[in-house]
């Protein structure tokens, strides 16, 4: 049985955001819920300057903090390590959001893409939001991915928590995570940490990786190595 993690090279990470919209269009996340995220920090003092971007998302922790919080069995783990949610069986009790160390579970306060039922016209003569979603054929908002359905929930409805699956419903039919095929740099690698032949351990094996809080004792899935680092300088002995 495999058992799924990401890598992601932070020496070729531009923080472009591609994975974030990527990840947005393929689940239907609605406005205000990060499934792909980044922590931005700067440093240095104008006009040396720098970003450095972590990428964020779901750690599918192999000691989920989430899932043993959880008292209906609705955060559970597959057999293959992706942490998963079953919104059918969520109560909405939150008890998963707060157990979570990394602030990766979202609730949904509303019924989500709500903006996307208004009736109102910005200017005349042009199509409100619910007759754009009508004209283009679309299921709650226009750009609607039906293959979200084959695992659980196309849509998460109001009342419910949703987080990252690691792409699931593609994971099955062996493709990769929407985020690791949309990065044009190829600073996302999925795969199989028990075949040693799969690109994720032999990255794990060349490099030395962090997790995030993994002192906590989560064990997360997901790997970072390398650090990005574009500075340089002119060349000098020093000196008195």
Not at 82 to 100: A, L, R, S
Request: net charge positive; glycine share 8%.
């Amino acid at each position: 049985m495999p058992r799924y993690a990401m890598v992601i090279d932070l020496q070729r990470c531009v923080g472009c955001s591609a994975c974030s919209i990527s990840c947005r269009s393929e689940n239907n996340v609605p406005d205000g819920i990060y499934w792909s995220n980044k922590i931005t920090e700067t440093s240095g003092t104008f006009p040396n300057v720098r970003y450095h971007y972590i990428p964020t998302l779901c750690n599918h922790c192999e000691n989920a903090p989430c899932v043993r919080g959880c008292p209906t069995g609705a955060m559970h783990k597959l057999e293959n390590g992706i942490t998963m949610h079953n919104p059918k069986k969520c109560i909405g009790c939150k008890y998963c959001e707060f157990n979570c160390p990394y602030g990766v579970i979202y609730f949904n306060w509303t019924y989500p893409h709500k903006s996307w039922k208004n009736n109102e016209k910005v200017l005349e003569g042009t199509a409100s939001p619910k007759e754009e979603v009508a004209k283009v054929g679309g299921k709650t908002i226009p750009y609607y991915n039906p293959e979200r359905e084959d695992t659980l929930a196309g849509i998460r409805p109001k009342g419910v928590v949703e987080k990252c699956t690691f792409c699931d419903h593609l994971v099955k039919r062996g493709k990769l995570p929407r985020c690791v095929d949309a990065c044009p740099a190829d600073a996302r690698i999925f795969g199989d940490m028990n075949d040693p032949n799969s690109k994720v351990r032999q990255l794990l094996g060349k490099f030395r990786p962090f997790r995030l809080r993994e002192q906590l004792g989560t064990d997360p899935h997901v790997y970072y190595i390398r650090d990005f680092n574009p500075a340089n300088y002119q060349p000098s002995k020093g000196g008195f």
